[in-house]
């Protein structure tokens, strides 16, 4: 299995790491750490020697209750830190958006994969943008809006009700002749999900492994965490870890953390183990 962006072809055959670059004032967890433009390029330029092969860089939080910004404030989060990082690092650039103008701008700047947490349901030009693009493009699958989306949702079936949203918009950038080996799948954990969705996700990772397209999951440091283990966010390093690890067993092939060369270890031995090579004995 493959995955184009851009000039670049990643083969699937390891574990991916992409590394989390808020340029925020709050998103949950860092928000506020990187919202200057110099501290944002300095962490920018770690996340890659941490050993993450994708940075993913995101100006608007999306955390459960957030407020959108608008449009012009969003571009000028994020576009002159993609500029930067775009002539530094090795790694592509992805970024953190569902509209298609934030888009347009990262992609002309250096980014080289969009990661849309709506699946162009909230701006539908949006799939203009990635059809007159190369670039690498993340579906995801979420229920509602971010505002909202925690507000009492519910599933009969969470499995089959993401498998056929994928299905549904598979089929449309397929009718609208986009690469799907563009298209990277992320079944959204903790985007209008309960507690027991986000677990009936992890636990049926590999039903999503019929589409043959990599599976992206995003477990770092969320709430359901803190809910099942009673930890506030700056404790849930260790089983942000073991969720990773354990994804990573059942099928998923990159990872979206906030704890790049930690979660990389941790995913790393595993996969080692599993391989059984470069092992000295």
Same mark, same amino acid.
């Given at each position: 299995?493959?995955?184009?962006?851009?000039?670049?072809?990643?083969?699937? &055959?390891?574990?991916?790491?992409?590394?989390?670059?808020?340029?925020?004032?709050?998103?949950?967890? &860092?928000?506020?750490?990187?919202?200057?433009?110099?501290?944002?390029?300095?962490?920018?330029?770690?996340?890659?020697?941490?050993?993450?092969?994708?940075?993913?860089?995101?100006?608007? =939080?999306?955390?459960?209750?957030?407020?959108?910004?608008?449009?012009?404030?969003?571009? %000028?989060?994020?576009?002159?830190?993609?500029?930067?990082?775009?002539?530094?690092?090795?790694?592509?650039?992805?970024?953190?958006?569902?509209? =298609?103008?934030?888009?347009?701008?990262?992609?002309?700047?250096?980014?080289?994969?969009?990661?849309?947490?709506?699946?162009?349901?909230?701006?539908?030009?949006?799939?203009?943008? /990635?059809? %007159?693009?190369?670039?690498?493009? /993340?579906?995801?699958?979420?229920?509602?809006?971010? #505002?909202?989306?925690?507000?009492?949702?519910?599933?009969?079936?969470?499995? #089959?009700?993401?498998?056929?949203?994928?299905?549904?918009?598979?089929?449309?950038?397929?009718?609208?002749?986009?690469?799907?080996?563009?298209?990277?799948?992320?079944?959204?954990?903790?985007?209008?999900?309960?507690?027991? &969705?986000?677990?009936?996700?992890?636990?049926?990772?590999?039903?999503?492994?019929?589409?043959?397209?990599?599976?992206?999951?995003?477990?770092?440091?969320?709430?359901?965490?803190?809910?099942?283990?009673?930890?506030?966010?700056?404790?849930?390093?260790?089983?942000?870890?073991?969720?990773?690890?354990?994804?990573?067993?059942?099928?998923?092939?990159?990872?979206?953390?906030?704890?790049?060369?930690?979660?990389?270890?941790?995913?790393?031995?595993?996969?080692?183990?599993?391989?059984?090579?470069?092992?000295?004995?």
């Amino acid at each position: 299995m493959k995955w184009k962006i851009k000039n670049r072809i990643f083969k699937i &055959d390891r574990p991916f790491i992409m590394g989390i670059l808020n340029v925020t004032p709050d998103s949950f967890f &860092d928000g506020g750490k990187y919202f200057d433009i110099d501290k944002a390029v300095e962490r920018g330029i770690e996340i890659e020697k941490e050993g993450a092969d994708i940075i993913d860089i995101g100006g608007v =939080s999306t955390r459960p209750g957030s407020s959108p910004i608008n449009e012009d404030e969003e571009i %000028s989060r994020v576009i002159p830190i993609i500029k930067i990082l775009s002539k530094k690092l090795k790694i592509p650039i992805s970024c953190d958006t569902f509209r =298609s103008k934030v888009a347009e701008k990262a992609l002309e700047n250096g980014a080289e994969i969009i990661n849309d947490i709506s699946s162009f349901s909230i701006d539908e030009r949006l799939l203009d943008v /990635i059809k %007159s693009s190369d670039c690498g493009y /993340i579906l995801m699958h979420m229920k509602g809006i971010p #505002e909202t989306m925690q507000i009492n949702p519910y599933y009969e079936n969470v499995i #089959e009700e993401i498998s056929k949203f994928f299905e549904n918009k598979i089929e449309i950038m397929r009718e609208n002749k986009i690469d799907i080996e563009r298209v990277v799948i992320d079944p959204g954990i903790g985007f209008g999900k309960r507690v027991v &969705d986000n677990l009936e996700i992890l636990k049926n990772l590999n039903k999503f492994k019929k589409f043959e397209r990599p599976i992206l999951i995003g477990t770092s440091r969320k709430s359901f965490i803190g809910k099942i283990l009673n930890l506030e966010v700056e404790e849930r390093l260790e089983p942000t870890i073991a969720t990773n690890v354990y994804a990573f067993l059942k099928g998923a092939n990159i990872f979206r953390v906030h704890d790049v060369k930690e979660v990389k270890r941790g995913i790393d031995i595993i996969f080692k183990i599993e391989k059984n090579e470069d092992i000295v004995y």
